[in-house]
């Protein structure tokens, strides 16, 4: 379901009992219980092995929760805000990202038969009675996220709910289950400067190679990364496909095991149709995903989903350099997905 928008209701936006779901930018509102209820869904989705997926949409102002689920979630670039609950996880496992939980009684809730989760790399701020609450007995990550304005950021603290607080401004990365930034990147201790140098080699068959060339070129202008050609040492597989029911343009997968490389596909079916500029968008956003960021604010080559639209921005936002450098930073191993989070 995309670009749908449900306001007013008696009782839920949408309510779920099976099946599996994909929501993306649409917007659900005034709703006397639920924005959205998950009670059953089967068949796997493409992320943390998830039938339900919401995707840069703005959930706010139901009176129970925004999102009410008792499977397996996934929720990216999305608003959940001016609810009762913005999120409440009464079964199963949820992955949060890049999202903004704020002005609700509570940003997420965790109930007694919630399953392990990650909520990381959001903004969880102005919530009147809670950040984040975990009545389970599951390992709850909630860290590399920004804490504001809370009546209380997390509760209880400490095992099994882990929140870093400590966040000065919000960053969008990508992480794992737990809480950890992955990326492509291979770190290599230099013996004469006091940093890892992050480095990706790659290999294969972008197809597009000027624009190829041109979107490495970009990210290497930023200090302290390389990424280079090389067959020999490949942490980066580029290919292409071919498919028209696919809804993307480019896709980083992450490979779980340090032995294989991640990998970067490229969907001619809908790039031939793009001018230059708008694939080095798609593809510079691929590379950003490898190099460890997630989605971002508008304005930034990491905003949510440059690889579906016609988006001509060739140069990197403020958000981007930022993201980068923190990771840089403060990031001197890198982890790869556990099994479980594996795509």
């Known amino acids: 379901m995309y670009h749908v928008y449900i306001v007013n209701g008696t009782d839920y936006g949408i309510n ?35 039938p339900v997926r919401i995707m840069a949409s703005d959930i706010h102002g139901n009176t ?18 001016d609810n009762g ?24 809730w965790f109930g007694s038969g919630s399953d392990i989760a990650s909520v990381s790399s959001n903004s969880i701020t102005n919530n009147e009675n809670y950040g984040i609450f975990s ?3 599951a390992d709850i990550h909630a860290e590399q996220n920004y804490w504001s304005g809370n009546g209380t950021n ?5 095992d099994p709910l882990f929140c870093d607080t400590e966040l000065p401004e919000g960053h969008y990365l990508n992480v794992d289950g737990e809480g950890y930034r992955v990326s492509s990147v291979k770190n290599y201790l230099s013996l004469y400067c006091p940093f890892h140098g992050h480095r990706i080699g790659w290999s294969g068959d972008p197809q597009y190679t000027d624009e190829w060339d041109d979107s490495i070129s970009l990210w290497n202008t930023l200090d302290d990364v390389t990424i ?3 067959s020999d040492d490949t942490q980066l ?22 032995n294989n490389s991640d990998t970067i596909q490229l969907n001619t079916f809908y790039l031939n149709g793009k001018t230059s500029n708008e694939k080095i968008n798609v593809i510079s956003h691929e590379l950003g995903h490898a190099l460890g960021l997630s989605h971002s604010p508008l304005g930034n080559m990491m905003y949510y989903c440059s690889s579906c639209q016609a988006t001509t ?14 990771m840089k930073d403060n990031n001197t191993v890198l982890y790869y997905w556990t099994e479980i989070y594996k795509e």
């Open 16 to 50: 779920m009992s099976s099946g599996t779901l994909d929501l993306a930018s649409s917007e659900i509102l005034g709703m006397d219980e639920d924005g959205v209820y998950i009670s059953g869904a089967t068949g796997n989705g493409n992320n943390f092995s998830s």
């Open 154 to 158: 997390c509760s209880p603290s400490g």
């Open 313 to 326: 921005q060739t140069v990197l936002g403020t958000q981007d350099e930022a993201d980068y450098d923190f």
């Open 135 to 137: 009545e389970s007995s």
């Open 85 to 108: 609950l913005g999120l409440y996880v009464e079964g199963g496992k949820a992955w949060v990202r890049s999202s903004h939980l704020f002005d609700n009684d509570s940003g997420a």
């Open 64 to 81: 129970t929760s925004g999102v009410h689920t008792l499977v397996n979630i996934y929720i990216d670039f999305s608003d959940l805000r």
């Open 237 to 258: 597989t580029v290919s292409t496909t071919t498919d028209s029911d696919l809804p993307w343009s480019g896709l980083w997968s992450q490979v779980s095991g340090s």
């Open 228 to 230: 280079e050609e090389d």
